[in-house]
């Protein structure tokens, strides 16, 4: 699907487009989602070099994702994507020139979604590609900081639930999920700041002084939101050793109780394993008082030793 936003005064007018159309004059944007053999064939026609493939996209080296070419600045960049209570990673590929800014894509994004409705209502500015860039990854950086309050937020309603759950088993879930998301997080934190880094020495003639003071202040935030997400991950494991230490302190309740049991029995075992020897000279065995005997020993035997496990604060 092809998307052109083309400047209509101060608005950005939303056009669909197909392989049988030409680029609308005026446009601003191109938007690019799951392309087609015959969508990546019509984008040809506007690109000197290559078409970025998907495979081009996910590259992770820093050369891959940013350079410059004689279709202008590319730029991969990794952005959060919420799939139910989970959270993952889209990379979007970035191609900015003078006078249009396109965008590939293979996921249709909530903040993409969100951007263009700020476009339509006319809540963001429009004046030309570099700017648009520059409020989406504005708006990138605001939304990773929310992630991370919500999962300071998660991670705090955990903390208390550790020690009054009787299960486990979906607490650790949970913190194990929470840790997944502000990894991705500070991934995607980390890829935005070298994203900007390179705007700022490749484009700073481009970049009008708006634009260069709101890439500074984004660089100044990421700086800022990077210490919590490792003040996130250090709350984590200690959540984590917290349950595994809260687990094993139960478990070893339980196992205590056995133990004491066994030996609280042992006194009273030994007695009836030496009545029961078939020995033909055994006294009591015709004793008329043998057996209350024998029965009040076992009993006697295992209240002394739980009495003495008492007294030494065994118990």
């Known amino acids: 699907m092809i998307n052109a936003y083309v400047r209509n005064g101060q608005l950005l007018d ?11 004059a005026n446009t601003l944007w191109l938007d690019v989602f799951k392309p087609t053999d015959e969508e990546r064939q019509w984008m040809s026609t506007y690109f000197q070099e290559e078409v970025p493939e998907e495979d081009d996209i996910n590259e992770i080296e820093a050369s891959a994702r940013f350079y410059s070419d004689k279709d202008g600045l590319h730029i991969t960049s990794l952005f959060p994507h919420r799939v139910g209570k989970e959270l993952r990673g889209v990379n979007v590929s970035f191609t900015l020139r003078d006078n249009l800014l396109i965008t590939l894509r293979e996921e249709d994004l909530g903040l993409m979604r969100l951007f263009r409705a700020y476009l339509r209502q006319d809540k963001m500015e429009a004046r030309d590609p570099a700017t648009l860039l520059v409020e989406m990854l504005i708006l990138k950086v605001e939304y990773l900081s929310d992630l991370l309050e919500d999962v300071y937020t998660v991670l705090e309603s955990t903390g208390q639930e550790v ?31 070298r994203s900007l880094r390179f705007m700022t020495r490749n484009q700073r003639g481009r970049l009008s002084e708006d634009n260069r003071k709101e890439v500074k202040d984004m660089l100044a935030d990421i700086e800022s939101l990077l210490p919590h997400t490792q003040f996130l991950f250090d709350k ?6 917290a349950a595994m230490g809260f687990t094993s302190l139960k478990q070893n309740k339980i196992i205590k109780i056995f133990s004491v049991a066994a030996v609280v029995f ?13 020995f033909d000279i055994m006294p009591e065995l015709h004793w008329r008082f043998g057996y209350p005997l024998a029965i009040g020993l076992m009993f006697a035997s295992a209240a002394g030793t739980y009495l003495f496990f ?3 604060g065994w118990l």
């Not at 650790?172 to 700041?193: A, F, H, V, Y």
């Not at 984590?236 to 050793?241: E, K, V």
């Not at 042992?266 to 078939?278: D, E, H, K, R």
């Open 14 to 24: 939303v056009k669909e487009l197909s392989t049988e159309d030409r680029l609308p």
């Open 163 to 193: 020690f009054e759950a009787e299960e486990l088993d979906e607490i650790l879930k949970n913190i194990t999920l929470q840790e997944d998301i502000n990894g991705k997080i500070r991934l995607s934190l980390l890829d935005t700041q």
């Open 310 to 312: 008492k007294r030494k």
């Open 236 to 241: 984590i494991n200690f959540l984590l050793d």
């Open 266 to 278: 042992l006194p009273p075992t030994v007695i009836a394993s030496a009545y029961g020897m078939n």
